[in-house]
DNA sequence: TAGGCAGAGTGATAGAATAACGCTAAAGAA
DNA sequence: TTCTTTAGCGTTATTCTATCACTCTGCCTA
């Protein structure tokens, strides 16, 4: 098992420095499951991971240009990629992408999006997985993913 | 308040006259709101009742045609007055609504959307509801709306 | 009656995602 | 090594989803 305890918070801006490392441990984590993280997939982790707030994929298209001119395809298989091996998310409420804050998690994560700031925040609600798995379980639903998202202010905002 | 406590099973089809009955509640609920179910309004909800599964905006579009070729807009417009009266939701995780079962709860509703079938069940989960209130207070979150949405197989199809 | 406004029509466009094809280069088999 | 296969990416086009901006009408109210 690669250990991928990352130092930064996925809140807070990351130096030039943090995101490197995590994108090692992210190559690393790729390549423990067979796959690879090339250039272009490490590219838009790496948008990812600069965005404050959650990219849209036309935005990453972009930004992505300098490198060599992108086209819709290139994103969305980076990005299908990368959900793939859980190195980011979609948040369906904002047909936006996130990188995912919380590697070697086996998380259905909860997101908390703030209308004031833009931000998204990735929450490890533990209480909420296993109660919607007991009400799924309860209905008879064989469940194969979740999403949950909450649309409000975040703390920060509200001070 | 309005008693809207209609007497069809949303997961199951409804007679002609079940469909009558819940637009005469529906549109009692709009006027209890000092809102107004207009013809195009109640047509778009009638849509949605009759779908056995989650409707796209562009299906509707096409249905409703015989009644005088929509726009976008125009479903669109009817679309968003449902929801915010509470008589629709948007399952952000396929693009597509529908009508809501459970009229009168002030709830945050739970969608079960079944990958065999196509379906998407409405599920009143408290467990699940109070679980995320808690788990988001506790990260100091205000919360304004939330969604909630399970993939996976029904029980009618795991038989 | 005049004014204001919600609802709806309409044409255009923006935004999100995928289809279908071909090319290349790296990985695996012979 | 050489052949074969396939994953990844480029490219064009298209589909699907949603909104903008403007107009018109009919209703309510002053």
């Known amino acids: 098992m690669i250990e991928a305890q990352?130092?930064?918070d996925a809140n807070k801006p990351?130096?030039?420095?943090?995101?490197?490392?995590?994108?090692?441990?992210?190559?690393?984590?790729?390549e423990s499951k067979g796959q690879k993280l090339t250039p272009i997939r490490r590219k838009v982790l790496e948008l990812l991971l600069d965005s404050r707030e959650?990219?849209?994929?036309?935005d990453l298209l972009e930004k992505i240009e300098?490198?060599?001119?992108a086209k819709p395809p290139t994103i969305y298989r980076a990005l299908d990629f990368l959900q793939?091996?859980?190195?980011?998310h979609?948040?369906?409420s904002l047909n936006a992408y996130v990188a995912c804050g919380h590697i070697n998690?086996?998380?259905?994560?909860?997101?908390?999006?703030?209308?004031?700031?833009?931000?998204?925040?990735?929450?490890?609600?533990?209480?909420t997985s296993s109660a919607?798995?007991?009400?799924l379980r309860a209905a008879g639903f064989e469940i194969k993913a979740t999403t949950i998202e909450a649309r409000g202010i975040c703390r920060d905002c509200n001070e």
């Open 84 to 88: 793939s091996v859980g190195l980011a």
């Open 66 to 69: 300098g490198y060599g001119a």
């Open 14 to 30: 990351h130096t030039p420095k943090e995101t490197e490392v995590f994108l090692d441990e992210a190559e690393a984590i790729a």
């Open 132 to 135: 919607l798995g007991e009400d």
């Open 105 to 127: 998690h086996e998380h259905s994560a909860v997101f908390l999006i703030c209308d004031k700031c833009g931000g998204a925040e990735e929450l490890h609600a533990d209480a």
């Open 90 to 92: 979609k948040i369906e």
């Open 54 to 58: 959650p990219a849209k994929a036309y």
């Open 6 to 8: 990352h130092a930064h």
